[in-house]
């Protein structure tokens, strides 16, 4: 492969909103035969919105969605970010918080008018001592059903509230599996969220096989398992969880949207984050090598 050949294809890439490390990455775009995907914020828009809010018998809505919101509001998550507009919108002015902690991957906690507040996974909730209330299990079952994301509220050793958000598949998500199928490329699903939530959404985008509920730093080692079996990965994602994933993958492909951390950690940029720029790149690969052999 001549450099100058090599510059075309890369020349060509930045016209399809692709920007491509150094001419070396083609070679391993072209020998790609699996396509890793985040979910959130890759598949879908991750601009999320709170929905719905469900408490517990005995509690109110309006602490539920203020103590929640006002620790929500330290962080930077999605679904933080919705939890607190939509918890500011509907109560007010949110109070502030101290010691708060976030906790990668589950959620977070701090102190809020004088509790020691948690919101997140189920899991975050494993040592309570009290079991989580039927009324919200159920919330929770029938909100994820659908494909949504279900967050627990609770604070001084009770679960008093789910709050329930959503976040809209990227409308290009669809077409671009479709095309990666195309190609001859197996999709699948990476996510830290739930496995309900993550099967629905990979179902409305036609993908069958689905990494749930994966922790962000075991993320990287789904990626080494399937490199293991013998396949030659590429990964797509946007956030700060993906890019040890995105690093390990023999292509690792950052959404343009997405964090400066996920973009540094890869070899190729989508540019406007749109999911078939990936096919592209692919495709754009493989023409410009053997145009040159
Ligand atoms: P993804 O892999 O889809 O980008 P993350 O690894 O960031 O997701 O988060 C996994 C799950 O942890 C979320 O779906 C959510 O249930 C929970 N979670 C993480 N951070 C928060 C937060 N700040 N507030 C509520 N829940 C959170
Ligand atoms: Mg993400």
New binding site residues.
């Given amino acids: 492969a001549t450099p100058t050949a090599l510059m075309v294809g890369t020349g060509r890439g930045a016209q399809l909103g692709i920007l491509i490390k150094g001419p070396e990455v083609l070679e391993s775009t072209r020998r790609v035969d699996t396509v890793v995907l985040?979910?959130?914020?890759t598949v879908t828009t991750g601009r999320m919105t709170l929905l719905d809010v469900a408490v517990a018998s005995g509690e109110d809505v309006n602490e539920v969605l203020r103590l929640a919101g006002a620790l929500?509001n330290a962080?930077e998550?999605p679904?933080?970010q919705a939890?607190a507009a939509g918890a500011a919108q509907r109560t007010g002015q949110l109070p502030s918080v101290e010691g708060f902690t976030?906790?990668?991957?589950?959620?977070?906690q701090g102190v809020v008018d004088g509790h020691a507040v948690l919101?997140?996974?189920v899991r975050l909730f494993a040592d309570w001592a009290q079991q989580m209330p039927a009324d919200l299990q159920l919330a929770k079952a029938a909100a994820e059903e659908e494909g949504r994301?279900a967050?627990v509220v609770g604070w001084d050793g009770a679960a008093r509230g789910v709050l329930v958000v959503a976040d809209a598949i990227k409308p290009t998500s669809a077409q671009a599996i479709r095309q990666f199928r195309d190609l001859g490329l197996t999709p699948i699903l990476?996510?830290?969220?739930?496995e309900t939530?993550a099967r629905s959404v990979a179902q409305q985008v036609g993908i069958d096989e689905v990494f749930a509920e994966?922790?962000?730093q075991d993320?990287v080692d789904v990626v080494k398992r399937l490199q293991d079996q013998g396949k030659v990965v590429a990964m797509v994602g946007d956030?700060v969880?993906?890019a040890a994933a995105l690093a390990q993958a023999d292509l690792g492909l950052a959404m343009g949207t997405g964090t400066d951390v996920a973009i540094e950690a890869s070899d190729l940029t989508l540019v406007r984050g749109d999911l078939r720029a990936a096919a592209d790149a692919i495709r754009l690969a493989r023409k410009t090598l053997s145009t040159i052999k």
């Fill in positions: 985040d979910k959130t914020g929500e962080s998550h679904i933080a939890i976030n906790i990668e991957g589950l959620g977070v919101v997140g996974r994301t967050v990476l996510t830290g969220d739930n939530v994966v922790l962000p993320k956030g969880n993906d």
